[in-house]
């Protein structure tokens, strides 16, 4: 039998996911949301297998038209959290979409990516579906291209850009993981939105709006599930976790 592949970062990040997630309802405290961004921060594409050198990493010289499938491999899952890979080919987009009562960390390991993400303006009223309208107000968090490497993004169930939307510049892979994962037996069930444009007096129409607070705002609308949306599963062939030291 050949060596089994050991990741020791991967285990880490394992061992303390197991640690810190404690099921649906809790939040990671500051304290464990850094000590998992201080493991997610350092790990590089050779921990789950990856590398640069890769032929879905290359440059393409012909642009496929539409929008390119993005797939994902499922390193691990649990109740209490999940750990996967997505991979993003060159102009492939993740719709605006949300992550309800869920803490999620993203890990760029390769490319460039865009990231736009809203929090609610007011979180008390976004869970209103009795609302005659399908409009909500959003305070824009992020709109900014990141680079590999860079530290790692934390959304959390009411803040730090919990509706967010992922634009590969290149061909790109993120390391997610989510505590709990998506489930809708549980009513964590994924929605999506899309931008609507403000009402102007002038001719230049925008997403976007800034207010006297100095943020800038947009409103979104609820959709069904866009078919860009839909992902393509493909085996996990990286370095395996032990469960059984941990």
Known sequence: MPEKLVSMTLQRLFDSCQQV??????VPSPSDVQR??????????????????LQFFQPKSVVVEGNPRVAYATIYGCHNFSLCILFLPETAVIPLH??????????????TLNIKSYDWADPLDSDNHD?????????????RS????????????MSGGNIHEFTAVTPCAVLDVLGPPYSKDDGRDCSYYRETLFASSSNKEE????EDDGHCYGWLEEIEMPQESEMDGIPYLGPQIDESIS
Do not use: Q, W
């Not at 997630?21 to 809790?26: A, E, H, L, Y």
């Open 21 to 26: 997630f404690k099921g649906p309802g809790t």
């Open 36 to 53: 998992l961004c201080h493991i997610l921060d350092v790990m590089r594409p050779e921990d789950v297998g990856l590398s640069k050198d």
């Open 98 to 111: 949300n992550h309800p009562g869920m803490t999620v960390f993203s890990k760029l390991l390769l490319g």
């Open 131 to 143: 609302s005659p309208s399908k409009l909500k107000l959003a305070r824009l968090k992020a709109n």
């Open 146 to 157: 990141f680079t590999a490497p860079c530290d790692t993004s934390v959304l959390y169930p």
């Open 207 to 210: 997403f976007t709006k800034v």
